[in-house]
């Protein structure tokens, strides 16, 4: 019993001081102009750190704070993923099912499944690809089905695994379709306004002149010297949909991994399905579960990023660990893999 409790004693000590490296390294690099954003690092038990570092809008001066909301790119595709999993467990969807059941007229609709879109193994595009697509255009996932019908696949379904928005936002016109609602409205109903998510929301870019206090401003680093205001603008038509750029906080983003993880949202049963490897390696230690992706390196982990111009995320869950690092940053030029990677060799010891 003493062994015991002397190992749990040195377990919290490495722990604390790791955490306290940590916020020491991001301290010093906001310091020196090298990080602006927002981390959380938790345990099963306790967040250890929630913390906001430099500036959400540099030019007033407003700090970002672990409730500041950041663009997630591609990061808030595990809603969609989620979704669809729970639509499954409550039996209105088959993952065997064809695209084709729910949306008319895509490429090979009548053999490409509902498994195959989730696990970027259909052979769609990028939606923004697609001639005369502009957000603009568009309000909701359906919008966007008859840009995506004209665009070639790029492989038969089943043939290979490419990462494709094409996949995501056929999925949103798969939520839309089923719930007979718009996406955001469907997310806002099944998972914002239950869990409490206050920071999580779909705003559109052109509405936030009046309410950029709330959001992070993204910043590019000049090619000469220190940083330049990105406007509130899409890259690639990317707009607040099924395929990434919902806005949301550190605080909320755990609330939402902790329901998921702890079976709150899904059973165990089809958080299982959820976050099962059905992919060969995508990129280097990578797998696709049903949109989450699942990373065997030394430290295994299950999440997502995000990477744009202005705002890049990493939101991974560590089931070995039972610990959780969520890291926002509205530094475009901030690499948020090689900084994970620096916080894993510090937690973890990995080398």
Same mark, same amino acid.
């Given at each position: %019993?003493?062994?015991?409790?002397?190992?749990?004693? !040195?377990?919290?000590?490495?722990?604390?001081? *790791?955490?306290?490296?940590?916020?020491?390294?991001?301290? #010093? %690099?906001?310091?020196? /102009?090298?990080?602006?954003?927002?981390?959380?690092?938790?345990?099963?038990?306790?967040?250890?750190?929630?913390?906001?570092?430099?500036?959400?809008?540099?030019?007033?001066?407003? +700090?970002?704070?672990?409730?500041?909301?950041?663009?997630?790119?591609?990061?808030?595709?595990? !809603?969609?993923?989620?979704?669809?999993?729970?639509?499954?467990?409550?039996?209105?969807?088959?993952? @065997?099912?064809?695209?084709?059941?729910?949306?008319?007229?895509?490429?090979?609709?009548?053999?490409?499944?509902? &498994?195959?879109?989730?696990? &970027?193994?259909?052979?769609?595009?990028?939606?923004?690809?697609?001639?005369?697509?502009?957000?603009?255009? =568009?309000?909701?996932?359906? /919008?966007?089905?008859?840009? %995506?019908?004209?665009?070639?696949?790029?492989?038969?379904?089943?043939?290979?695994?490419?990462?494709?928005? *094409?996949?995501?936002?056929?999925?949103?016109? =798969?939520?839309?379709?089923?719930? *007979? %609602?718009?996406?955001?409205?469907?997310?806002?109903?099944? !998972?914002?306004?239950?869990?409490?998510?206050?920071? @999580?929301?779909?705003?559109?870019?052109?509405?936030?002149?009046?309410?950029?206090?709330?959001?992070?401003?993204?910043?590019?680093?000049?090619?000469?010297?220190?940083?330049?205001?990105?406007?509130?603008?899409?890259?690639?038509?990317?707009?607040?949909?099924?395929?990434?750029?919902?806005?949301?906080? =550190?605080? /909320?983003? !755990?609330?939402?991994?902790?329901?998921?993880?702890?079976?709150?949202?899904?059973?165990?049963?089809?958080?299982?399905?959820?976050?099962? #490897?059905?992919?060969?390696?995508?990129?280097?230690?990578?797998?696709?579960?049903?949109?989450?992706?699942? /990373?065997?390196?030394?430290?295994?982990?299950?999440? &997502?990023?995000?990477?744009?111009?202005?705002?890049?995320?990493?939101?991974?869950?560590?089931?070995?660990? +039972?610990?959780?690092?969520?890291?926002?940053?509205?530094?475009?030029?901030?690499?948020?893999?090689?900084?994970?990677?620096?916080?894993?060799?510090?937690?973890?010891?990995?080398?």
């Amino acid at each position: %019993m003493i062994g015991f409790l002397l190992a749990v004693c !040195f377990n919290l000590f490495g722990q604390s001081a *790791g955490i306290a490296e940590i916020d020491s390294l991001l301290t #010093e %690099m906001t310091r020196k /102009d090298q990080f602006s954003g927002a981390v959380l690092i938790a345990d099963g038990v306790k967040v250890l750190l929630s913390k906001g570092y430099g500036y959400s809008d540099r030019e007033n001066k407003v +700090k970002n704070t672990p409730d500041t909301r950041f663009d997630l790119s591609s990061g808030s595709k595990i !809603f969609t993923g989620t979704a669809i999993t729970l639509l499954a467990q409550e039996g209105k969807i088959r993952f @065997t099912d064809t695209i084709g059941q729910y949306i008319k007229g895509l490429p090979k609709g009548n053999i490409i499944t509902i &498994h195959q879109l989730l696990t &970027h193994s259909a052979g769609f595009d990028d939606f923004y690809k697609a001639a005369g697509f502009s957000f603009k255009k =568009v309000k909701n996932c359906m /919008d966007i089905m008859p840009f %995506m019908r004209t665009l070639p696949l790029v492989y038969n379904p089943g043939d290979s695994c490419i990462y494709s928005t *094409g996949n995501t936002i056929i999925l949103g016109a =798969v939520i839309e379709k089923i719930s *007979g %609602m718009n996406f955001q409205d469907y997310i806002e109903r099944t !998972f914002i306004i239950p869990l409490n998510l206050k920071n @999580t929301c779909f705003t559109p870019y052109w509405t936030l002149d009046d309410l950029q206090r709330q959001y992070a401003v993204g910043y590019q680093k000049k090619e000469t010297s220190g940083y330049s205001r990105k406007n509130y603008n899409y890259d690639f038509g990317f707009i607040p949909l099924s395929a990434g750029g919902a806005w949301s906080s =550190v605080n /909320d983003l !755990f609330k939402f991994d902790k329901a998921v993880f702890s079976a709150k949202i899904l059973s165990q049963e089809y958080l299982d399905i959820m976050t099962s #490897e059905y992919t060969t390696p995508i990129w280097e230690n990578c797998h696709f579960g049903y949109i989450w992706i699942l /990373d065997d390196s030394n430290t295994h982990c299950i999440g &997502h990023a995000g990477n744009s111009s202005g705002w890049n995320i990493w939101n991974y869950f560590y089931p070995g660990k +039972k610990i959780t690092i969520i890291i926002l940053t509205n530094f475009g030029s901030i690499d948020v893999f090689e900084l994970a990677a620096i916080f894993d060799k510090i937690l973890f010891k990995s080398k």
